[in-house]
């Protein structure tokens, strides 16, 4: 898939916001106080996975571009989070004009989304090491993007698990010609919070 357009990554820090916020404090304009850690947590707890993984990706893009000239484990996490956005941005701005996603079309955007979240959880965690002190911003933000990436890796496993039975269940009723009570709508896909 190609990079995406200005007016592309624009719309997805617009509606992400989390990445703005991160923004601010790496190019130094916003300080990062413990409401703004607060606010960090609350805001990536309350979105769904696939989004939790593109704003978390974002958000790191602006911290590896601020280190990746001195740090190889930056310019590992500036290439993760850039093939991240390039993978799932487009898909997520058209999901987010269209509306929800029908079930085959969540099972395979959610397909990766574990793997890729716990990718950039290791990468942060990695290039937190590495900083003499783990008080500074840059630091707390790696900490932050890391924590929720590894809760929604848990959250996205969690559904697809869930998901997957819902299709078993399915087949064997389709099988057994079993007039079906629609089992799929009693599934509550997303939790609606994961507070840390």
């Not at 990436?149 to 057994?176: C, G, P, W, Y």
Request: glycine residues 4%; aromatic residues 6%.
């Amino acid at each position: 898939m190609s990079a995406l357009s200005e007016k592309d990554l624009s719309l997805l820090h617009t509606h992400l916001v989390v990445p703005i916020a991160v923004g601010d404090v790496v190019y130094g304009q916003d300080g990062l106080s413990p409401d703004m850690e607060y606010g960090l947590h609350e805001a990536l707890s309350e979105i769904d996975p696939d989004s939790a993984l593109l704003a978390i990706a974002l958000s790191g893009k602006h911290i590896a571009l601020q280190y990746s000239k001195n740090s190889p484990i930056a310019g590992a996490l500036s290439i993760e989070c850039s093939k991240i956005i390039d993978d799932y941005g487009r898909d997520w701005l058209l999901n987010f004009n269209r509306g929800p996603l029908d079930e085959d079309s969540l099972i395979e955007t959610l397909s990766h989304v574990p793997e890729d979240l716990e990718s950039l959880a290791d990468l942060f965690d990695s290039f937190r090491s590495t900083l003499s002190d783990d008080t500074q911003p840059i630091s707390v933000l790696c900490k932050i993007l890391s924590i929720q990436a590894r809760a929604h890796m848990e959250i996205a496993d969690f559904i697809l698990t869930e998901l997957e039975q819902v299709d078993k269940v399915s087949n064997i009723m389709e099988r057994l010609d079993v007039p079906s009570t629609d089992v799929k709508n009693n599934v509550i896909l997303f939790p609606v919070h994961l507070r840390h």
